[in-house]
């Protein structure tokens, strides 16, 4: 039998600071639909068949709860489980019906060794169309995480869950678990936490339609629309979102063949990227400095410690 192995990202779940916030820039402004709601906690599709791209929960620490891993059945569950155990992984559960998540399936968690939790899940429910709507996401296109120890996690990913390292820059190393050239990164920064998400569009049209149509929500346009100068070779627009975190539309992902794609190393890169690590087009202005902060995680916390501020400033009011 074939190594069990990841095949595929169906998305993230994130802890927000307010639900009906997220919700609504989600939905309203970032093109997703809701599929169900319980408690604290909202899921929501793009147009793909894929049961939900993005989960939000309530939080009173806004983060990146949870990474949703795709198996192409219970076997590859099972024998997946039975790798994080001989692994030495922190394993959260054993493979089970998911009955209490939108969507079912079968699957089971654990910890990556800096604490970031991992979902991996065979049949969970698709739906049966797709929504006809070119100028919205149509899948969850990939995760960048912020790794300090990225030697040690990135053994994890390829070891354990089968990813493939397509490539790797200075500060970034780029897997895949289908044919997107990537699907998960680890960029080496101060973390665990989430770098940014991306969210696929049809192509560059869809992706131009998208990206203005934030703009035309008052959504400021943090970094794009450009093409990345460097490793996956993707079209890409950057915002911030509600959290403070970085998200991204995407288009035109490179694909990559197993048995051809030739792996390129930091030196490759260094040597070899035309603009750096811009804009193929140089048609981008600078990244903007509220996105770097977004992506390193100090977005977030400056909020957070606002609204602490704010919570104190109003008992003092209110004593
Ligand atoms: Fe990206």
């Not at 912020?146 to 490539?167: I, M």
Request: proline share 5%; net charge negative.
């Amino acid at each position: 039998m074939a190594e069990p192995q990841v095949t595929g990202l169906r998305g993230v779940t994130l802890g927000v600071r307010d639900l009906d916030e997220s919700l609504d820039f989600y939905t309203s402004s970032w093109g997703l639909t809701e599929v169900a709601r319980m408690g604290p906690s909202a899921w929501l599709r793009a147009t793909g068949t894929e049961h939900h791209a993005l989960a939000l929960c309530q939080s009173t620490q806004p983060g990146l709860l949870a990474v949703r891993l795709a198996a192409p059945d219970k076997a590859s569950v099972d024998g997946l489980y039975a790798k994080a155990l001989a692994f030495g992984a922190d394993v959260i559960d054993a493979p089970d019906m998911l009955d209490t998540l939108a969507g079912g399936g079968y699957g089971f968690s654990f910890r990556t060794p800096d604490g970031i939790i991992q979902q991996v899940s065979s049949g969970v429910i698709e739906h049966g169309t797709r929504i006809d709507d070119r100028k919205r996401p149509q899948k969850f296109s990939h995760v960048v995480l912020r790794a300090e120890n990225y030697p040690q996690l990135r053994a994890f990913w390829t070891d354990l869950l089968g990813f493939r390292l397509s490539d790797e820059t200075d500060g970034i190393h780029f897997l895949r678990c289908s044919a997107d050239h990537h699907s998960v990164a680890l960029a080496r920064a101060e973390g665990p936490g989430l770098h940014h998400m991306a969210f696929e569009l049809p192509d560059l049209d869809a992706l131009m339609y998208a990206s203005g149509s934030m703009r035309a929500r008052n959504h400021t346009l943090e970094w794009g629309v450009g093409r990345h100068s460097g490793p996956g070779n993707n079209v890409f627009s950057f915002f911030v979102e509600p959290n403070g975190f970085a998200v991204e539309y995407t288009t035109d992902m490179e694909q990559v063949d197993d048995a051809t794609y030739p792996k390129r190393s930091k030196e490759w890169w260094r040597e070899n990227r035309p603009n750096g690590a811009r804009d193929a087009w140089q048609m981008a202005p600078k990244r903007s400095e509220r996105l770097v902060k977004a992506r390193l995680g100090l977005l977030t916390q400056e909020m957070m410690a606002s609204d602490r501020g704010c919570a104190a400033a109003l008992s003092k009011a209110l004593a």
